[in-house]
């Protein structure tokens, strides 16, 4: 299988501030992960272009965009506690949501199998009026923007440890998005309750498994397969594009979750069963360990790839908490009522 690495020296102008983690070096800890794999025979390195206004206008409000833009342009600056931008970030983050639009235009003429996009700033946190959480532009919301646009189904798996409020939001009330999310639960930015599953006729459509400290990728896969699996197969979705953030790595210090490099290998595997070849895409999200960031790169970019690639250090197996999985299915059980788009 072919995988497509989408990337731009323009990532590492992106100014995030001094001692800031979401840092250039993310990227080069990254494209190290890529590298590790030594699947080069599969990888296809491609440039990407800027994203064009009407995609980004489909997810952000124009009044949003022309600001940015400006404060960008003009020096920059702290945006709220946790995100800033400098002269450089414009044109970073319209290369970052470009990148996405790029590589279903590849993959649509059967270029790869799939494409992974090693991009910042990162864009979960976006939302269609409001930078935050590192985030400026919402990078996977413009491309599932594009593929509804015509008419596709898209599955979007957001693995990251913290909850991505943005792309939730953007989406919350649309049948055509089936939004999942695992993340630690109580953290910022305090989104994503079990409680929260749409609204309108996209009831039923987000689906949160917030999971507390310590949590297990194997808890974490199981709760994909015993709450999530049934609504994707009957929801039949046309691609997958992935929020990939590797910061549920127990080595993260900015989260306390008990992931390993091998969990997403299995989690990127998992949800690649529900589309044709050539019909999945995943976004770098946050990640800010840079040795877990490049060994949980090299297990998911070997998902992509259709092959099995553990670092030797993530051997070791955690355990299924089934009072977790308990609690979650019966949450959302009382939270849908008689409104499960999917029973």
């Known amino acids: 299988m072919i995988v497509l690495i989408g990337s731009h020296t323009q990532y590492l102008e992106h100014d995030s501030g001094t001692y800031h983690p979401e840092s250039p070096s993310r990227i080069e800890a990254v494209l190290d992960g890529v590298k590790r794999t030594g699947l080069e025979d599969q990888i296809r390195f491609f440039t990407p272009t800027e994203a064009d206004p009407e995609s980004l206008e489909y997810v952000h409000s124009q009044k949003y965009l022309i600001g940015l833009q400006r404060f960008c342009l003009m020096g920059g600056g702290a945006i709220d506690g946790d995100t800033s931008v400098s002269d450089q970030s ?3 983050a319209l290369l970052a949501a470009g990148a996405g639009l790029d590589a279903i235009s590849r993959l649509e003429h059967g270029d790869a199998d799939g494409a992974f996009l ?7 946190h976006a939302t269609s009026t409001n930078a935050m959480g590192f985030c400026i532009i919402n990078n996977v919301a413009v491309a599932v923007g594009s593929l509804v646009e015509k008419g596709k189904k898209v599955l979007v798996l957001d693995y990251d440890a913290h909850h991505g409020n943005g792309t939730q939001d953007i989406f919350y009330g649309s ?3 089936l939004y999942i999310s695992t993340h630690q639960h109580p953290l910022y930015p305090g989104t994503g309750r079990v409680q929260e599953v749409g609204t309108g006729p996209g009831v039923g459509f987000t689906i949160n498994l917030p999971m507390p400290e310590g949590t297990s990728g194997e808890t974490i896969r199981a709760a994909l397969e015993v709450i999530a699996q049934n609504a994707v197969e009957i929801f039949a979705p046309d691609w997958v594009v992935i929020s990939a953030g590797f910061d549920g790595h127990y080595k993260d210090p900015l989260t306390n979750l008990g992931l390993r490099a091998q969990d997403f290998y299995h989690i990127t595997n998992w949800a690649m069963q529900f589309v044709p ?3 999945v895409l995943a976004f770098l999200e946050g990640g800010y360990d840079l040795g877990a960031l490049r060994d949980s ?7 992509l790839a259709g092959e099995k690639i553990l670092p030797k250090e993530e051997s070791v197996r955690g355990k299924v908490s089934h009072e977790t999985l308990e609690a979650l299915s019966e949450s959302r059980k009382r939270a ?3 409104r499960d788009p999917f029973c």
């Open 90 to 92: 414009w044109r970073a």
């Open 118 to 124: 090693v991009v910042r700033p990162p864009g979960h």
């Open 175 to 177: 049948d055509k998005v």
């Open 277 to 279: 070849k050539g019909r």
């Open 297 to 303: 790169t090299t297990a998911a970019v070997g998902a």
């Open 336 to 338: 849908l009522g008689d």
